[in-house]
T-cell receptor, first 117, second 115 residues
Framework: EAQVTQNPRYLITVTGKKLTVTCSQNMNHEYMSWYRQDPGLGLRQIYYSMNVEVTDKGDVPEGYKVSRKEKRNFPLILESPSPNQTSLYFC????????????????FGPGTRLTVL | AQTVTQSQPEMSVQEAETVTLSCTYDTSESDYYLFWYKQPPSRQMILVIRQEAYKQQNATENRFSVNFQKAAKSFSLKISDSQLGDAAMYFCAYRRGSGTYKYIFGTGTRLKVLA
């Protein structure tokens, strides 16, 4: 089954304790991205990657790190989490735009609910 | 910088009626894509419909259609024959056409469907 998986789905942690949220896709997609969702703010893009070893900042990258060493994986790292990073996090993937300019849809993972105390 | 604005935090519609959700955006690009996503209580993000800016024809998907006004930078979603399963958060999103995977989402509209 084609899917984007995230782990863990729920996490409660304390300020300053490093954590990693994993994201994996089995569709051989070039593009991957991380978003956070907060009430009243919608989804905001944290980082995205257009291929292995190619990453770029979204709108809210502060406090986060990412790496893309393999095509299928795109982990999100919080080196020193703070309470303002309490949020719902989504990973997503997408194939690159086709030669005809056709854009296929973005596939989302199920979300990770993170609470930082 | 590009922005996406959804000015209706919440909307209600009677079952079987039609509702229109508003979205406006701002960009200086000529090549871009627009999307509507649905997020039911399960939190799963589901693509409802997409529109390529270079296409003049409005996109339709069954009961869902858009009114794409490029000059006005408006991209509204019309849901016809509303069903209880349509109740969800709806997000409008923008993506530049090439060279990036950067998305801009609106703040969302919560749609309630009344039986």
């Amino acid at each position: 089954e084609a899917q984007v998986t995230q782990n863990p789905r729920y996490l409660i942690t304390v300020t300053g304790k490093k954590l990693t949220v994993t994201c994996s896709q089995n569709m051989n997609h070039e593009y991957m991205s991380w978003y956070r969702q907060d009430p009243g703010l919608g989804l905001r893009q944290i980082y995205y990657s257009m291929n292995v070893e190619v990453t770029d900042k979204g709108d809210v990258p502060e406090g986060y790190k990412v790496s893309r060493k393999e095509k299928r994986n795109f982990p999100l790292i919080l080196e020193s989490p703070s309470p303002n990073q309490t949020s719902l996090y989504f990973c997503a993937s997408s194939p690159q735009i086709g030669t005809s300019g056709t854009l296929t849809e973005q596939f989302f993972g199920p979300g990770t609910r993170l609470t930082v105390l | 910088a590009q922005t996406v604005t959804q000015s209706q935090p919440e909307m209600s519609v009677q079952e079987a009626e039609t509702v229109t959700l508003s979205c406006t955006y701002d960009t200086s690009e000529s090549d871009y894509y627009l999307f509507w996503y649905k997020q039911p209580p399960s939190r799963q993000m589901i693509l409802v419909i997409r529109q390529e800016a270079y296409k003049q024809q409005n996109a339709t998907e069954n009961r869902f259609s858009v009114n794409f006004q490029k000059a006005a930078k408006s991209f509204s979603l019309k849901i016809s024959d509303s069903q209880l399963g349509d109740a969800a958060m709806y997000f409008c999103a923008y993506r530049r056409g090439s060279g990036t995977y950067k998305y801009i989402f609106g703040t969302g509209t919560r749609l309630k469907v009344l039986a």
